[in-house]
């Protein structure tokens, strides 16, 4: 399986500077295991930080092949839909928008990158809101939750034909990372809403602590999946440029999946390097008794390590509210 070479180097993205210094080296897909070594860049003019160069948007698709959905589709499924973790971590995202505003039957609801539609049925269930989901991967699309009250979508938000300001709520959890323009899908997103309406943005948080251990196997950065890596300065800056005015809230985030993955990942990278294109394997007994450690040392530590992170402003990944005028 040969990495396609169709890369490309735009200017940045949030302030259309044209020199970067580079941040970070020999980046690999170290979870879905596809092909390439990637180098992360910074810009002099705001500070964003990218993966660049990045795969050309037409392949993009290849880096999503059997991750986010096609093999993996049943599990990866079960976990977003059913899992306790992830239940814990909608709830929690439910409960940080609704800190802002009570959410009720009167609202309307867009997930961007909803996935199976964990969050939406969450939110459903929670506050009796109104759902509609849409995601550039038409296999979780296809297999959605409660398709019979969410309207489901396929395809981008920038190209999606849904009425101005009929939204009262639009989310993005970790997806806005994901987009070749994030500006241009907060700009749409904002034209989407109704006045007074809510734009909620999830993403990883590069200035977080974890990140400056663990470095190229810190779990959250997904590259090339992820295209952009925000911290809460230039997360702030992209919803200023897209003309968002007013930030309700901006924190960092409990998300109880980062610091003893992030670990497994360092030692899967120490103990055996994966070759490219190699699919994960748990199989040996030395796998199995590094991954029985593994979840103990998760139980012990990082529920506790990520309620402390949280505390100080320095969890790895970040959330951010802002209203429309
Ligand atoms: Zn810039």
Do not use: W
């Given at each position: 399986?040969?990495?396609?070479?169709?890369?490309?180097?735009?200017?940045?993205?949030?302030?259309?500077?044209r020199t970067f210094r580079t941040v970070l080296r020999d980046v690999r897909d170290l979870v879905w295991r596809k092909p390439g070594t990637f180098t992360l860049q910074q810009c002099d003019g705001c500070g964003l930080v990218v993966t660049r160069p990045r795969p050309a948007t037409d392949v993009l698709g290849f880096y999503y092949e059997n991750a986010y959905s096609g093999e993996a589709q049943d599990g990866m499924r079960r976990f977003q839909t059913e899992s306790g973790l992830m239940r814990?971590?909608?709830?929690?995202?439910?409960?940080?928008?609704q800190?802002?505003?009570?959410?009720?039957?009167?609202?309307?609801?867009?997930d961007v990158g909803c996935s199976y539609g964990g969050f939406l049925r969450v939110a459903r269930e929670g506050t009796g809101c109104v759902t509609a989901g849409i995601d550039f991967d038409a296999g979780?699309?296809?297999r959605a939750v409660d398709k019979a009250v969410t309207e489901y979508r396929t395809g981008a938000l920038v190209d999606a034909d849904y009425a101005p300001g009929s939204f009262?709520?639009?989310?993005?959890?970790?997806?806005?990372?994901?987009h070749p323009d994030p500006v241009a899908a907060l700009v749409r997103a904002r034209e989407l809403l109704a006045p007074g309406g809510l734009c909620v943005v999830e993403v990883p948080n590069w200035g977080g602590f974890w990140r400056r251990v663990f470095g190229r196997t810190w779990l959250p950065l997904l590259v090339p999946q992820h295209l952009v890596h925000f911290t809460p300065?230039?997360?702030?800056?992209?919803?200023?440029?897209?003309?968002?005015?007013?930030?309700?809230r901006q924190q960092t985030m409990f998300f109880p999946l980062e610091g003893v993955a992030s670990l497994g990942l360092w030692l899967g990278r120490l103990l055996r390097m994966p070759p490219p294109g190699s699919k994960p394997s748990w199989r040996t007994p030395f796998?199995?008794?590094v991954g029985l450690g593994l979840l103990a040392l998760y139980f012990a530590f990082e529920i506790p390590s990520q309620a402390l992170l949280r505390l100080v402003g320095a969890a790895g990944h970040q959330i951010a509210v802002a209203r429309r005028d």
């Open positions: 399986m040969d990495a396609p070479v169709t890369l490309e180097s735009p200017d940045c993205l949030v302030c259309g500077g814990l971590i909608n709830r929690y995202r439910l409960a940080v928008v800190r802002v505003r009570k959410l009720g039957g009167e609202d309307r609801l867009l979780s699309i296809e009262t709520v639009i989310t993005f959890f970790e997806s806005l990372e994901h300065a230039t997360l702030r800056q992209a919803f200023e440029k897209a003309g968002f005015r007013r930030m309700e796998d199995v008794s």
